[in-house]
T-cell receptor, first 114, second 110 residues
């Protein structure tokens, strides 16, 4: 365990379903991130929360909706996804959002959209 | 924009030394990080260079040349468990998130 826990580990959903991914950390970190990892592509930043405020949204389609109720929890709500959204979704946290703070990643949720 | 280039695959023999290169183009460069990810696992932080030169942590070392926009990760005394993907990532000034490369898949063979 890295200290960042993601659930579920695997998720299969239909294009009309609504589901949520959960991320939890108790490291005392104040910044949390959602990344999408697809084969042979760089990790794509989706959302950044710093001190529970969304500070960056990287042109992500509205079918992905993040929520950060407190500094320990981060959610990614999914609805009407497309097959190309199938990927590994990684959550990460860092002490602060800054250049020299290492990220701690969770093991990810493997999402398959059918 | 930013871009990072690293080889997609590298194969090396157990006990040998391997170097994984990373070149980057970005404005406001602050530092270069390396992460390791085993299949099915979480990326884990390995090293961070903000200044030119070599940083050594056990069998792993990381090097940065800011003037050449270049860095590398050096793995010595390779072990089978080192088979994984290795990502370089650029930090930029101004509290911006890390930007990652596509990763290098290292296969260690007997």
């Amino acid at each position: 365990e890295t200290g960042v826990t993601q659930t579920p580990r695997h998720l299969v959903m239909g294009m009309t379903n609504k589901k949520s991914l959960k991320c939890e950390q108790h490291l005392g970190h104040n910044a949390m991130y959602w990344y999408k990892q697809s084969a042979k592509k760089p990790l794509e930043l989706m959302f950044v929360y710093s001190l529970e405020e969304r500070v960056e949204n990287n042109s992500v389609p509205s079918r992905f909706s993040p929520e950060c109720p407190n500094s320990s929890h981060l959610f990614l709500h999914l609805h009407t996804l497309q097959p190309e959204d199938s990927a590994l979704y990684l959550c990460a946290s860092s002490l602060l959002q800054g250049a020299n703070y290492g990220y701690t990643f969770g093991s990810g949720t493997r999402l398959t959209v059918v | 924009g930013q871009s990072l280039e690293q080889p997609s695959e590298v194969t090396a023999v157990e006990g040998a030394i391997v170097q994984i290169n990373c070149t980057y183009q970005t404005s406001g460069f602050y530092g270069l990080s390396w992460y390791q990810q085993h299949d099915g696992g979480a990326p884990t932080f390995l090293s961070y260079n903000a200044l030119d030169g070599l940083e050594e942590t056990g069998r792993f070392s990381s090097f940065l040349s800011r003037s050449d926009s270049y860095g590398y990760l050096l793995l010595q005394e390779l072990q089978m468990k080192d088979s994984a993907s290795y990502f370089c990532a650029v930090s930029r000034a101004g509290n911006t998130p890390l930007v990652f490369g596509k990763g290098t898949r290292l296969s260690v063979i007997a």
